[in-house]
């Protein structure tokens, strides 16, 4: 029992030593999953089960709570895997002063009527009881800081457990923000006809704010929506833990404010492994009277364009006008350079039956060379530190996981090709090739995947085919994938998964269902390292962007096995699912409220 955020968790009960383990994430609205590991002495009822138990654990909010309404939930405990303490449950909750009490009836391992309270007897301290429809359980919460608890319980008045609480709010944003004002900003540059000088700016204001492959051009454009001079400013943005729309933003901004008051017009153009994907166009008059909330969000909206950048880049937005003045790509150069990025990965293998839990840590180093535009060279390397799988195993060598070619092109204005050959890794050779379509409708992409993978590359004979159709929900930072067709071990079936990003945080839901059965999992990725890479070199090296973790349950050996290639093209063409245009339009509040204050604006010249 003990409340969890409106809700009720159930305690696991056992005689002997007892280590539960579990992390609960409210992955949609009302929605919350627990993941929970157990590792037990003596298992109840003597049941022929695992001693390390995994379960997974459901439970939704049906009301909320109000003045003389508690709030309701309803839950599902240890809905896959043994099914040692699965339960099924309604509960409601409605907090009176410093009391919060909790009753509920539930069915299996919950039978019957339950019901709690915690009470706060101090500010740190809370005095907990409960009834989980078969014994009395009591204990004490202390609140160390806001997201970190320690409890003491007593089960069943007898057997003493303590545990360690840690809760973090996912998502919460770390940009500065300004309240803004009307007359807050104003245009700092006067009119100029040296264009040249205005490129140059621009590219150095970005640049100087890590921006990489900063290009610039002003270019009379001859569209009608947007007429007169316009800067189209082209970067890559690899600055984390800066989100791809934080970094929409500062752009806007710093185009915006750097360029002369004669330029009517900003247009960005986003760019990944070099390949121009996403662009936004906004009449500076109108970015000015937003910033100062003269415009709304939604008003704003309706007077700015953010599309997929077609074939043509700057010359197709600008309607073919010439260039008055540009910082050349020579200037700031894309090609021949590498990046090395580090992470350290934990793989666990969970005994089973046996009771036992083994552990093999590796440190990769992945090297990233870009050869041309939407052309990289890529190498992975791994160095096992620890492993407890196998003590036989050479601690100290060093494998190549992944030695690459890849390629990313445009085959249309909304069509992006994707192909990668060379070495996987475990004496195995293969080819992939991607198609992905982006709807008119940005939220619904529809991807078609080809692998194939053998020990040389003139004898490839495990191949895949999968189509892939994903779909976006941009209030919620949300895609859903649908993947069918025939994976790499040669079963054929279907797997759903459903990716939310909270912040800089990603948390992903897996299942799965083949001709070798069915799993389930979930993933995690979170940033790691500083947020800056360094500036641009020959070769540079630092942390990897983010730390990905993953858990499958009953993975089946070649049950529904994807290659991996280490790219993902719809992340490639939509800036990590986050800069396809419904998501910027719905998101606008974004593009004000992480802007800098307004700066003194300079006298105009004589």
């Known amino acids: ?117 915690e009470v706060r007897v101090t500010p740190q301290a809370s005095l907990m009881t409960e009834w989980d429809t078969d014994q009395i359980n009591s204990g004490l919460r202390w609140r160390l800081t806001d997201s970190l608890n320690v409890d003491a319980h007593f089960l069943g008045m007898e057997h003493l457990r303590f545990g360690l609480n840690y809760t973090a709010a996912l998502g919460s944003r770390d940009e500065s923000e300004w309240a803004g004002g009307e007359g807050g900003y104003t245009r700092p540059t006067p009119e100029s006809g040296d264009f040249g000088s205005v490129a140059r700016a621009v590219a150095g204001a970005l640049t100087a704010a890590d921006f990489e492959d900063v290009t610039a051009e002003v270019r009379d454009s001859l569209r009608e929506r947007f007429p007169g001079v316009t800067v189209f400013v082209a970067y890559t943005d690899r600055t984390r833990p800066r989100t791809p729309l934080a970094g929409l933003s500062e752009a806007l901004h710093l185009a915006a404010m750097n360029s002369s008051a004669n330029v009517r017009n900003v247009c960005l153009i986003v760019k990944s492994r070099d390949v121009p994907v996403t662009c936004l166009t ?53 090609y021949l350079r590498t990046d090395v990025s580090v992470q350290p990965r934990l793989e666990y293998d969970l005994g089973s039956p046996a009771d036992y839990v083994r552990t093999r840590g590796i440190l990769t180093a992945e090297a990233v060379t870009l050869l041309d535009r939407g052309t990289t060279g890529e190498l992975q390397l791994s160095q096992t530190v620890w492993n407890e799988f196998n003590r036989l195993v050479d601690r100290d060598h060093l494998n190549i996981s992944r030695a690459l070619l890849r390629q990313t092109r445009r085959a249309g204005d909304r069509t992006f090709l994707h192909g990668a050959v060379g070495y996987f890794g475990t004496e195995t050779y293969g080819a992939s090739g991607e198609v992905l379509h982006v709807h008119s409708d940005d939220r619904l992409s529809v991807g078609l995947h080809g692998n194939a993978l053998g020990e040389s590359l003139g004898d490839l ?52 269902s083949t001709d070798y059965g069915s799993y389930g999992g979930i993933r995690f990725s979170f940033p790691m390292g500083p947020s800056r890479y360094g500036p641009p070199d020959a070769v540079r ?56 204050p307004a700066p003194n604006p300079l006298p105009a010249s004589p």
């Open 541 to 596: 090296v630092h942390w990897a962007d983010e730390v990905n973790w993953s858990y499958q349950s009953n993975p089946g050996g070649d049950r529904g096995k994807k290659l991996n290639t280490g790219g993902d093209l719809d992340e490639t063409a939509m800036q990590g699912e986050r800069l396809y245009p419904t998501y910027v339009l719905q998101h606008l509040e974004r593009l004000r409220s992480v802007a800098p």
């Open 1 to 117: 029992g003990y409340t969890q955020t409106q809700g009720y968790n159930v305690v696991t009960r056992s005689e002997g030593n007892l280590g539960v383990h579990y992390l609960n994430v409210g992955f949609l609205p009302r929605l919350e999953i627990t993941g929970r590991f157990t590792k037990r002495d003596i298992l109840p009822d003597d049941r022929e089960f695992d001693k390390l138990d995994r379960s997974a654990n459901v439970k939704v909010q049906a009301l909320t709570e109000g003045a003389r309404q508690p709030a309701v939930a309803l839950g599902m405990d240890d809905i896959a895997g043994n099914q040692i303490t699965r339960a099924a449950y309604v509960v409601g909750t409605k907090q009176f002063g410093a009391a919060r009490l909790h009753l509920g009836y539930g069915r299996e391992r919950l039978d019957g009527v339950f019901g709690g309270a």
């Open 282 to 334: 906004t009449r500076t008059d109108d970015y000015l009277k937003f910033l100062n909330r003269q415009l709304s969000a939604d008003m704003y909206g309706s007077r700015i364009e953010v599309a997929v950048v077609p074939r043509g880049g700057a010359e197709a937005l600008s309607g073919g006008a010439a260039v008055l003045g540009s910082l050349t790509p020579a200037a700031n150069p894309s």
């Open 461 to 512: 004979g495990h191949k895949s085919v999968l189509t892939d159709f994903r779909y976006r929900v941009p209030d919620l930072d949300l895609t859903a994938s649908l993947k069918y067709g025939r994976f790499l071990g040669g079963d054929r079936g279907t797997e759903l998964s459903l990716d939310r990003w909270f912040g800089h945080h990603r948390v992903g839901l897996i299942g799965a």
